[in-house]
């Protein structure tokens, strides 16, 4: 079994930085490709961001290009997802999740692992 456990949310003013990350055991992270997702309240969880198991290949969402970058350290075990010039509409719960085929994925239902999530609040 794999388990993820995200960190790192927090409370910031728009324009501001916040870097998660997100630690994986119980397999090989190497084995995965990740990816980031967001859920704000009263909205259905939307892709933001995923990397191949390498960390060579990278998606985004058009709403993030620019500002968000993806990452992982295979030797630590960690993906990262670094936001910069945040906004307000970035608020929400931040998810990583694995999904084991080598090709990246945008939607929910092609992941087979969940961490639980971190908030993330940004005030204007």
């Known amino acids: 079994q794999v388990q993820l456990v995200e960190s790192g949310g927090g409370l910031v003013q728009a324009g501001n930085s916040l870097r998660l990350s997100c630690v994986v055991s119980g397999r090989p992270f190497a084995w995965y490709n990740m990816g980031w997702f967001r859920q704000a309240p009263g909205k259905e969880r939307e892709f933001v961001a995923a990397v191949t198991w390498s960390g060579s290949n990278t998606d985004y969402a058009d709403s993030v290009k620019g500002r968000f970058t993806i990452s992982r350290d295979n030797t630590e075990n960690t993906l990262y997802l670094q936001m910069n010039s945040l906004k307000p509409e970035d608020t929400a719960v931040y998810f990583c999740?694995?999904?084991?085929?080598?090709?990246?994925?945008?939607?929910?239902?092609?992941?087979?692992?969940w961490g639980q999530g971190t908030q993330v609040t940004v005030s204007s």
């Open positions: 999740a694995a999904r084991r085929d080598f090709k990246l994925a945008m939607n929910v239902y092609e992941y087979d692992y």
